[in-house]
């Protein structure tokens, strides 16, 4: 409707997925890179996690269309297959003559004749699940075991999971521990931040064909990125819905106005909610922030970065103190000055060290223990002592399992890094399986507010 008006050539904020208007900002084409590498590698499983509404579709949809013409990709449209099905639904979408009826044994055969044919053309397939936090734990005990389908040096058969959080809970669980041991790296999708959607309003009008000044004003922006949320789906439904206002007042730029009206007529705000005292102070402070400009904004940002806070030692909650800024370094053995095992030393310096840590960066797991097994951590930790890198040991309490302890190696500012780390790491160490991972899916698992110290990740 308001196409001609703003002379646009294709609707810039529809929610259906549409690669010729990819955002690679936000960590998405940096993922999107690493994901067609992992894949061109031959990694067996790949994670890729977001909340509702991150660009997970839009993710799955570059990926196909960037890997290569050798790598046949398979999705498993419905994530609640039941374990028995699985083989039947990837043959079925490989083209392979089974029936429903067919056995097991039979189907498996036929699928692995079918891999060894492709591998011997230079081909690769690849399965792609989405939702796959809604997949039943035992139908993705199933896929893994389609993974041990290999020659002597490579994976006939490789996956890629797309799911929310509520996936690595379910993967947490020690019944399925074989399953995380075989992811090789894991990706977490996080909410883009204030400027990157004003970057990303502006991408999509320039893509949809705008040539015009700015539509949506440094304000307007403020607040989409305010009641958004960061996710992707939220900000098209606002700004589209903006759009339509201005259009129907007949002005050129969107405003506050259009964007409260948007925000009236979006199903995911409550009613009322846009006139209680409590939700008007932050969206009022974003607006006088804005109006400032945003060099005030850039500086705030850097002194608060420059002044994060240290985190005092509590295992089981992490407190804040305001007392002493972090020096850019992490704390030596020496310097925690702690009485107690290992355990102990690791669980203070991790904490300094998620206060300063950059939710963009990439670290690499290590290791997953229970409550019940802190003498086989503490065993670890010593091995990691020995092979002298206990320095770049991290070990903190993940907040999806009660008691559970999450340990990670070191933190890298690019991916390449990261695999670099991971390949030249101790052959003791590599015993465990290790894989990469973002520092953001850290903070989350860790359930901290790091926004202080992870740079701009918050609204």
Excluded at 89 to 108: K, Q, Y
Excluded at 202 to 231: E, N, Q
Excluded at 346 to 365: D, G, H, I, P, S
């Amino acid at each position: 409707m308001y196409l001609e008006y703003f002379g646009l050539k294709r609707a810039p904020y529809r929610i259906t997925p549409d690669t010729d208007l990819f955002y690679a900002g936000g960590e998405r084409g940096a993922i999107l890179d690493a994901l067609v590498f992992a894949i061109s590698s031959g990694e067996a499983i790949t994670k890729v996690v977001g909340e509702v509404g991150t660009g997970k579709t839009m993710l799955c949809r570059m990926l196909e269309h960037k890997l290569p013409d050798s790598v046949e990709v398979v999705y498993l449209a419905n994530p609640s297959l039941p374990p028995e099905n699985v083989l039947h639904a990837i043959a079925f979408e490989l083209g392979l003559p089974f029936t429903s009826d067919e056995n097991r044994l039979t189907v498996m055969k036929g699928l692995q004749d079918y891999l060894l044919q492709r591998h011997a053309e230079g081909r690769q397939v690849v399965v792609f699940v989405e939702e796959a936090q809604c997949m039943p734990l035992a139908t993705l005990e199933e896929i893994r075991l389609l993974s041990n389908l290999e020659t002597k040096q490579h994976k006939l058969l490789q996956v890629v999971l797309f799911g929310q959080p509520e996936l690595d809970v379910g993967l947490s669980k020690p019944s399925v521990r074989q399953i995380k041991e075989r992811i090789t790296n894991s990706f977490y999708l996080s909410p883009l931040s204030c400027h990157e959607i004003g970057d990303y309003l502006a991408f999509r009008l320039h893509l949809a064909g705008f040539r015009g000044t700015p539509v949506f004003s440094k304000a307007a922006s403020w607040l989409i990125a305010h009641y958004s949320k960061g996710l992707m789906r939220r900000i098209n439904i606002i700004a589209d819905k903006a759009l339509l206002a201005a259009y129907a007042t007949g002005q050129r730029e969107v405003t506050l106005r259009h964007i409260f009206s948007a925000l009236s007529d979006c199903e995911f705000i409550k009613p009322n909610i846009l006139l209680r005292p409590a939700f008007l102070v932050l969206p009022m402070a974003i607006l006088l922030t804005a109006i400032g400009g945003w060099s005030h904004f850039d500086t705030q940002a850097a002194n608060k970065q420059q002044h994060a806070t240290v985190v005092t030692v509590t295992p089981q909650l992490v407190q804040i103190s305001a007392e002493k800024p972090v020096q850019q370094r992490y704390l030596s053995e020496n310097e925690t000055q702690i009485d107690g095992n290992l355990l102990d030393q690791r669980l203070l310096v991790t904490q300094n060290w998620l206060a300063q840590a950059k939710a963009n960066n990439f670290t690499v797991q290590l290791l997953w223990a229970e409550q019940d097994e802190l003498y086989s951590l503490e065993r670890f930790l010593r091995l990691a002592s020995s092979e002298g890198v206990l320095d770049r040991v991290f070990v903190y309490r993940a907040g999806g399992v009660e008691g559970a302890l999450s340990v990670v190696l070191g933190e890298y500012d690019t991916y390449s890094q990261a695999i670099d780390a991971l390949e030249s790491m101790p052959a003791a160490l590599k015993k465990y399986q290790p894989y990469l991972r973002n520092v953001r899916g850290v903070f989350a698992e860790a359930r901290i507010e790091m926004a202080g110290a992870a740079g701009n990740t918050d609204l």
